[in-house]
């Protein structure tokens, strides 16, 4: 079983953003604490991944709530001429409209097959930093532009963390061709048959077959779930997926990831960085 090797590591906390903890320590000193949100923590990983980027850098811009403060950081800055000869990399057409809105210079991969640096979200993270990504969908697009970047940063809140992908109980995305999607589907089950609380079933907008959703390229999505995570050889696993014919892509990132910016709801920032095998846990 060829599976991913990890170095023990020591968890490095570093500080909070100093803007955000004036913000909050001045609404303690005005009587009303508040908490951070969810929101608060995706923006946070944001903006510390941002801050990687540089002056005439490539950027592969991911798709999801996380991200989305990634271009707005991004926008501003340009706006402001903080950063200059940006290209942006969308993957997603939702990716792309937001990125034009907050003004984003926009290419893709045929005029710029080399990106920098690409940051995006992720609805889960293992602790070998393989990732679930997809359930907004847009996850082929993801992996060509984030597999053709020499870093991939990943911005998450802790709330992504598992020790198994799958583990979360949500779905681990396969996008299909739509033509005869129920004998992928057939084969999808064939593929996972005898695991303990596996199912699938075909993604859809309003819980009807009759209006499967669909993705930025014409396809459908099934999504699968493993009630206990997904057990085994991921590498193998995702062989398998990818040699049904009808299957595009499927939502493991395995292995692509070089860093992971992880939000903690206690104030803190953890980045955990890839470097060859080993787990490197940093500031
Ligand atoms: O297709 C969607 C993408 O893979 C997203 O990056 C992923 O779903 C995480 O999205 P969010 O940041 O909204 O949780």
């Known amino acids: 079983m060829r599976s991913a090797v990890c170095s023990p590591s020591i968890d ?15 609404a303690a000193a005005t009587g009303s604490p508040a908490p951070l949100s969810q929101e608060d923590l995706k923006r946070i990983a944001a903006h ?32 402001r001429g903080v950063l200059r000869d940006i290209v942006g990399i969308p ?24 990106v920098d640096l690409a940051i995006d979200g992720a609805d889960e993270v293992d602790p070998y930093l393989n990732l679930v990504k997809g359930r907004g969908g847009s996850l082929l697009r993801e992996k060509m532009i984030e597999g053709a970047s020499r870093r991939f ?15 979360s109980g949500l779905a681990v995305p396969v996008e299909v061709i739509p033509f005869c999607w129920k004998f992928t ?20 907008d309003n819980g009807d077959e009759k209006t499967p959703s669909v993705t930025d390229n014409s396809n459908y999505v099934v999504d699968l779930y493993f ?15 990818l040699k049904i014919v009808g299957v595009v892509e499927h939502g493991m990132f395995l292995g692509m990831a070089t860093s992971v ?8 920032v953890t980045v955990i960085e890839r470097r060859g095998d080993r787990r490197i846990v940093a500031a």
Not at 12 to 26: H, I, M, N, Q, T
């Open 12 to 26: 490095l906390v570093v500080p909070f953003p100093r803007r955000l903890v004036a913000e909050k320590l001045s």
């Open 48 to 79: 510390r991944a941002v801050d990687l980027v540089e002056s005439g850098m490539v950027i592969g811009l991911g798709t999801g709530s996380t991200a989305a403060h990634a271009l707005d950081r991004l926008g501003d800055l340009i706006r």
């Open 91 to 114: 993957t997603s057409k939702k990716t792309e409209a937001h990125a034009r809105a907050v003004g984003i210079p926009l290419s893709d991969l045929d005029a710029h097959p080399f």
């Open 153 to 167: 940063v990943v911005i998450v809140d802790e709330t992504k963390m598992v020790n198994v992908l799958g583990g």
């Open 185 to 204: 589907l057939g084969k999808l089950r064939q593929l996972f048959v005898g695991i303990p609380g596996f199912d699938l079933k075909l993604r859809t």
């Open 227 to 241: 009630e206990n995570g997904i057990s085994g050889d991921l590498v193998e696993i995702s062989d398998a997926i």
């Open 261 to 268: 910016i992880i939000a903690g709801k206690e104030g803190g």
